[in-house]
């Protein structure tokens, strides 16, 4: 389908190709040079033209020229259209308008218009797209009229608008129905009040790339039950990347959490790397995969887990693929998680390692997705990566938890929009974001 612009280009050259046959013609009468067969041949070519070209007088708009197309596409003969005026082509209730565009195109010698259609001889209105043009005739201003029917393009144009109608409320329908969703998926995160009953002096940076997000932050706390009896009271928290971003990746978060909340209550469960087997092995369930398949779903989620004794400082970490920051007197500790996914799409599923860490007063834990890291951005509109996070961090860690989540915010803001050589304006969002940190006690 040639698009609607390009059909308005093509009649516009069109238009002008044939008023320059027209005036080469008349310069050709009105200096007698031209022989009787170049002019034949000039007259030719406009008589031979599927569009309309009808040449009338500046005065009073009698026709004193058409071709034979203008006759055809009006309904009438050349005879009796040459008997004809301008305004006896225009219906009566526009003759102002009609009086109104010649006097343009008289003004500024050229107009383009298509707001006026033709009456043909049945009475029946036919749009047209005019190219009209001031050029000599027997001695005279005259004004050239190319016109065009356009009711199959009128028509192509309605059918667009009316698509194009039906798509912006099938968006609108879409949008409305993930926006509910985002509803649903706030309820499961835990709020401002549920973080403070896990963690005293915390902060969450978490910023969707779309309406609804593939990361999750989780927060909880357990009472253990060992075999004396004593129980140790826990504070959990996590922070969980699943495959993709928007509804796919909104739909593993919720399979996530769900699964995450089973682990509270499962007695085989003990610590975070016991946590994220029973986690794994319970996509792969859902998810019915198979390691090693091919054909498998290859969704699944990298996740970091922690489970802080408030009382010993004691802090148990695993991780599928994220690690885990601890900054202490400005020197930044990483523990690394292992190296493979919650999900079966690897050959060979291995037991999640679970790190003991022994914390002290003041010490910075952070917790995080790839989101930030993977961001682009900057002067050469590259990656954030992890060592500008990690520089970030250890900078700014003698501050507030408020303070330091407004250091990530802006520090992020301006590496995505960092005016470059790749690019004027701000760079889009690559994926979720989630940082999750908290000082220890």
């Not at 065009?148 to 798509?167: G, M, N």
């Not at 999750?216 to 060992?226: D, E, G, I, R, S």
């Not at 993709?244 to 909104?250: S, T």
Request: net charge negative; hydrophobic share 40%; aromatic share 8%.
């Amino acid at each position: 389908m040639i698009p609607l612009i390009i059909l308005g280009m093509l009649f516009a050259v069109s238009a002008a190709f044939a008023y320059i046959f027209y005036v080469k013609t008349q310069q050709m009468k009105s200096a007698g040079s031209g022989t009787e067969k170049e002019i034949s041949n000039y007259r030719s070519i406009i008589d031979q033209a599927n569009d309309a070209l009808i040449v009338i007088d500046i005065v009073d708009g009698r026709i004193h020229q058409t071709n034979p197309s203008a006759a055809a596409m009006l309904g009438y003969s050349q005879e009796e259209i040459l008997k004809k005026k301008l305004f006896d082509l225009h219906p009566k209730e526009m003759l102002e308008k009609s009086s109104s565009i010649v006097a343009d195109v008289w003004e500024k010698k050229g107009l383009i218009y298509k707001d006026i259609p033709f009456v043909k001889k049945n009475g029946e209105l036919l749009p047209v797209e005019c190219s009209a043009k001031v050029a000599p005739f027997a001695g005279r201003p005259a004004i050239v009229i190319y016109a065009r029917d356009i009711t199959e393009r009128l028509k192509l144009e309605r059918e667009i608008e009316l698509q194009s109608t039906i798509i912006e409320q099938k968006n609108k329908d879409i949008t409305d129905s993930i926006t509910y969703a985002r509803r649903i998926q706030d309820a499961i995160l835990p709020s401002d009040d549920e973080m403070k009953r896990v963690l005293d002096d915390f902060f969450v940076f978490y910023r969707p790339k779309d309406i609804v997000s593939g990361d999750l932050y989780w927060a909880n706390t357990v009472t253990t039950t060992p075999k004396d009896g004593k129980g140790i009271k826990l504070s959990l928290v996590a922070a969980v990347d699943c495959t993709g971003h928007g509804v796919p990746g909104a739909f593993m978060s919720i399979v996530g959490h769900t699964i995450l909340e089973q682990t509270l209550t499962e007695p085989t469960v003990n610590n975070p790397g016991e946590a994220l087997d029973y986690l794994s092995k319970g996509v792969i369930r859902t998810l019915k995969q198979k390691a090693g398949d091919d054909f498998t779903i290859k969704d699944g989620m990298d996740i970091a887990l922690c489970a802080l004794n408030n009382e010993t400082r004691e802090l148990n970490f695993a991780g599928a693929n994220n690690p885990m920051y601890v900054i202490r007197n400005g020197e930044l500790m990483q523990f690394s998680g292992d190296k493979q996914p919650i999900g079966a799409y690897v050959k060979e599923i291995r037991p999640f390692t679970n790190h003991k860490v022994q914390l002290e007063k003041g010490d910075c834990v952070y917790i995080f997705t790839d989101g930030i890291a993977d961001q682009f951005g900057g002067p050469k509109g590259k990656k954030y990566k992890y060592k500008q996070l990690k520089e970030l961090l250890v900078a700014n860690y003698m501050k507030s938890m408020s303070e330091q989540r407004q250091m990530i915010v802006d520090s992020v803001d301006a590496w995505m929009n960092y005016p470059s050589e790749q690019s004027s304006h701000a760079y889009e969002q690559t994926d979720d974001m989630l940082v999750i940190g908290f000082r220890v006690q």
